[in-house]
């Protein structure tokens, strides 16, 4: 509340494999945990960017996949961008930023992250920051941005 179409959080990410402590870190200090994202209802099928170690990472707990990303879609997310592993936190708001501007101009979500990929060489000498962030959705997804406050 209220509906919102795009979700964006950056903050600090918990992932344990063993299913003790997962979630989002939030600026209070509480944590948002997977389970607590998959009973809730995003009625307005928002993008949501999960800015956060590990966030992307997941599990399977009775035959269903589990964790902050799978959480998102199972509430009703249009789509996740999550990182499987540990971030820089000044790269990851680069990325984002970048990401916000490629998307807007009308490159896919998922495309952007397979670029991204395809430019490293194994000389490069650029953070790895990039290469965790995964999207989770369809692959054709398309984000429409509204411009002028309309």
Known sequence: IPPA???HFAVHG?????????GLVLTDGMVLDPMEVRGSELKA??????NACQVGSGNQILGDY?????????????GVVAPLWSIKDSVAKEIALDFYAKTSAGARPADVFRQERGA????????LTY???????????????KRGGG
């Open 131 to 145: 290469m965790a962030y995964q999207f989770f959705g369809h692959p054709n997804m398309e984000l429409i941005w």
């Open 66 to 78: 589990a964790g902050m990303a799978a959480a998102f879609l199972y509430a009703g997310a249009a």
């Open 14 to 22: 918990i992932y344990d494999p063993t299913g003790a402590q997962d």
């Open 45 to 50: 099928a928002p993008f949501v960017f999960l």
């Open 120 to 127: 490293l060489s194994a000389d490069n000498t650029t953070s």
């Open 5 to 7: 179409d795009l979700i």
